[in-house]
C-alpha cells in the first residue's frame, strides 16, 4: 500500500505537475496575449498618430496653396483695380491726341493737360500714393538722392536747398527717391 501511494504521489505528481505546467502555459498565453494586446493597441496607436500626421500636413498644404492663392487674387484685384482707374487718364491723352491741332489754342490744350494731370494725381492719391518734396529739410538718403552738392549761405550743411524732381512713397516706403541738391 505504501507503494501504491507513493505510486499515486508520483501519479498525482505527476498529474499536479501536468496541471501546473497546464497553468503555466495558461498563465504564458495570458500574458503573451496581454503583451501581444498591449503591442496591437500600441501598434493601432501609432498607425492612428500616423494618419493624423498625414492629414494635418495635407491640411496645411491646402491651406498654404489657399493663403497663396487669395493672395494672388486679391494683387490681382488691386492692379485691375489700379488699370481701370489709369484707363480714365489714358482717355483723356487719347482725346488731346484727336484733337485737331489747327482748331485748338495753345490756353485750350493747357487746360487739357491740367485736367488729365489732376486726374492723375487723384488716382494716385486714391491707392495711397503721395508726392513730397523735400526742400529745406535736412537731407535723408533713404528718402533723398542727393545729384547736386552746394555751398549756400545761411543753409545748415547737408540740407535740402532745391528739389530737380519729386519724390513719390506709398505711405512709409519710398517708390522714388527725390532728386535734390544738397547744401555743403
Request: hydrophobic share 40%; net charge negative; proline share 3%.
Amino acid at each position: 500500500m505504501a507503494r501504491d501511494e507513493e505510486k499515486k504521489q508520483e501519479d498525482g505528481g505527476a498529474a499536479t505537475d501536468d496541471m501546473m505546467a497546464g497553468e503555466v502555459a495558461a498563465e504564458a498565453t495570458g500574458v503573451a496575449g496581454k503583451v501581444d494586446g498591449k503591442e496591437d493597441a500600441a501598434q493601432r496607436e501609432i498607425v492612428e498618430l500616423k494618419t493624423k500626421l498625414i492629414r494635418w500636413q495635407a491640411d496645411l498644404q491646402n491651406v498654404q496653396r489657399r493663403a497663396a492663392r487669395e493672395v494672388l487674387d486679391a494683387r490681382q484685384n488691386a492692379d485691375a483695380d489700379f488699370a481701370k482707374a489709369m484707363l480714365q487718364v489714358l482717355d483723356h491723352f487719347d482725346m488731346a491726341l484727336n484733337v485737331d491741332p489747327g482748331k485748338v489754342d495753345a490756353k485750350s490744350l493747357l487746360d487739357g493737360v491740367k485736367i488729365t494731370y489732376d486726374e492723375l494725381k487723384k488716382v494716385l492719391a486714391n491707392r495711397g500714393i503721395e508726392a513730397y518734396d523735400p526742400t529745406g529739410k535736412p537731407f535723408d538718403p533713404h528718402q533723398h538722392e542727393a545729384v547736386m552738392q552746394a555751398e549756400v549761405e545761411g543753409t545748415k550743411p547737408m540740407m535740402v536747398v532745391q528739389t530737380f524732381q519729386q519724390g513719390y512713397r506709398l505711405g512709409e516706403r519710398i517708390l522714388r527717391p527725390a532728386k535734390v541738391k544738397v547744401s555743403k
